[in-house]
């Protein structure tokens, strides 16, 4: 693969890796830091408004199970009934959600819990105009459908004052986690406002300036990221919300070698997180450490069909690097399988298209039997 190649990976996987910064600090963090009312709260504003269809992802679903199950049919707290299967998945599959959402008609979505796990939902949902943001707090997003739903500034500013009565720490933390989810949702003038609040409550909090390293890669500034993530790293060498956003920071400054080291510490605390796997397999790539790449893209692929997730972006990535190692027979194989999926994005698909035909070119000037 030539320079060309390797431009058209690093956009595609560019664009990824941003949106992954965006929202891996949630998930780094883990569903324990986002307390405070807590689901409970949710189920008010969703009473407030007179929801009646709610689409709750898999951690808002559990925890509505537990504190107020009258709020879902008696088959919907079945987690394993297929239907509560469907709904969990279509985090992970826009098309999927929209079929459901044509059934149901939601008039809200619950999404809780680590935001990588409903990352294309999420920016699917800020990319269309039929859905608006209609609620943040440290413990949740809420989408409503219709602009009238929409969450205005005053009313930002009095959930932030709700959190008045909670402990320093505690209310440091929640403050930091609705401003991630505030960046997952594209209002970054409102996450600033809020991560001052933050600051102001606990200037010290690893997780408050993790938050604000979050906030800078949203906007590009990688150098205030790295120092943010700095920040973090000195109150707690191994806090992996700001390992994550500093090997994000160096990701995109061009310091791949930096990175890499990064992100190995980051999978030896989480060798099995599908984030830090990704990122791990993207990054090893650009240092061309091709093998390393390859195992853990198939150990992605696995962990994804056990799930029941999407497999062909993956499928992609893992035919580019057998290509580079010279494996192209079982390039074109991988390849072939992602473009036979229909549900593939055009850009992944367009991707696949030109490594397909590069892995061609490289084998016809192979030596014979090779």
Same mark, same amino acid.
């Given at each position: 693969?030539?320079?060309?190649?390797?431009?058209?990976?690093?956009?595609?996987?560019?664009?990824?890796?941003?949106?992954?910064?965006?929202?891996?600090?949630?998930?780094?963090?883990?569903?324990?830091?986002?307390? %405070?009312?807590?689901?409970?709260?949710?189920?008010?504003?969703?009473?407030?408004?007179?929801?009646?269809? $709610?689409? !709750?992802? &898999?951690?808002?679903?559990?925890?509505?199970?537990?504190?107020?199950?009258?709020?879902?049919?008696?088959?919907?707290?079945?987690? #394993?009934?297929?239907?509560?299967?469907?709904?969990?998945?279509?985090?992970?599959?826009?098309?999927?959600?929209?079929?459901?959402?044509?059934? =149901?008609?939601?008039?809200?979505?619950?999404?809780?819990?680590? +935001?990588?796990?409903?990352?294309?939902?999420?920016?699917?949902?800020?990319?269309?105009?039929?859905?608006?943001?209609?609620?943040?707090?440290?413990? *949740?997003?809420?989408?409503?459908?219709?602009?009238?739903?929409?969450?205005?500034?005053?009313?930002?500013?009095?959930?932030?004052?709700?959190?008045?009565?909670?402990?320093?720490?505690?209310? %440091?933390?929640?403050?930091?986690?609705?401003?991630?989810?505030?960046?997952?949702?594209?209002?970054?003038?409102?996450?600033? =406002?809020?991560?001052?609040?933050?600051? #102001? $409550?606990?200037?010290?909090?690893?997780?408050?300036?993790?938050?604000?390293?979050?906030?800078?890669?949203?906007?590009?500034?990688? %150098?205030?990221?790295?120092?943010?993530?700095?920040?973090?790293?000195?109150?707690?060498?191994?806090?992996?919300?700001?390992?994550?956003?500093? *090997?994000?920071?160096?990701?995109?400054?061009?310091?791949?070698?930096?990175?890499?080291?990064?992100?190995?510490?980051?999978? =030896?605390?989480?060798?099995?997180? +599908?984030?830090?796997?990704?990122?791990?397999?993207?990054?090893?790539?650009? $240092?061309?450490? !091709?093998?390393?790449?390859?195992? $853990?893209?198939? #150990?992605?692929?696995?962990?994804?069909?056990?799930?029941?997730? +999407?497999?062909?972006?993956?499928?992609?990535?893992?035919?580019?690097?057998?290509?580079?190692?010279? #494996?192209?027979?079982?390039?074109?194989?991988?390849?072939?399988?992602?473009?036979?999926?229909?549900?593939?994005?055009?850009?992944?698909?367009? !991707?696949?298209?030109? &490594?397909? =035909?590069?892995?061609?070119?490289?084998?016809?000037?192979?030596?014979?039997?090779?």
């Amino acid at each position: 693969m030539n320079r060309v190649m390797n431009r058209a990976r690093s956009g595609w996987w560019g664009g990824c890796l941003g949106l992954w910064a965006l929202l891996c600090l949630g998930a780094c963090r883990g569903g324990g830091e986002r307390q %405070g009312p807590g689901v409970q709260g949710v189920l008010e504003v969703l009473r407030e408004h007179s929801a009646r269809a $709610v689409y !709750f992802n &898999a951690q808002a679903h559990a925890d509505v199970v537990a504190a107020n199950p009258d709020w879902l049919a008696e088959g919907d707290r079945q987690p #394993k009934s297929a239907r509560v299967r469907a709904m969990a998945q279509a985090v992970q599959s826009p098309g999927l959600f929209r079929q459901l959402d044509r059934q =149901e008609h939601f008039d809200a979505l619950v999404l809780a819990g680590d +935001p990588t796990l409903y990352r294309p939902l999420s920016e699917h949902l800020w990319k269309t105009e039929d859905w608006v943001l209609g609620w943040a707090d440290g413990y *949740a997003v809420v989408y409503r459908r219709g602009a009238a739903s929409a969450l205005t500034l005053e009313r930002m500013r009095a959930v932030v004052e709700s959190s008045g009565r909670m402990p320093t720490e505690q209310r %440091g933390r929640w403050l930091a986690a609705m401003a991630d989810g505030l960046v997952g949702a594209r209002r970054l003038e409102w996450a600033a =406002e809020v991560l001052e609040a933050a600051q #102001k $409550v606990d200037g010290g909090s690893p997780a408050v300036w993790a938050s604000r390293a979050g906030y800078h890669l949203a906007r590009g500034e990688w %150098g205030a990221a790295i120092g943010a993530a700095d920040r973090a790293l000195k109150r707690e060498g191994r806090f992996r919300p700001a390992l994550s956003a500093k *090997a994000q920071g160096l990701y995109k400054m061009g310091r791949f070698g930096d990175a890499y080291q990064i992100s190995v510490r980051l999978l =030896e605390d989480a060798p099995e997180d +599908p984030v830090m796997l990704f990122t791990h397999a993207n990054i090893a790539h650009e $240092v061309s450490a !091709f093998q390393e790449e390859i195992a $853990v893209l198939r #150990k992605l692929i696995g962990i994804a069909t056990r799930e029941g997730r +999407p497999v062909s972006g993956y499928r992609v990535y893992l035919g580019q690097a057998l290509g580079r190692v010279g #494996k192209g027979e079982e390039a074109l194989l991988e390849l072939q399988g992602a473009l036979d999926d229909p549900e593939l994005p055009p850009n992944q698909r367009a !991707f696949a298209l030109d &490594a397909r =035909e590069r892995v061609r070119t490289n084998m016809r000037g192979l030596p014979p039997g090779q």
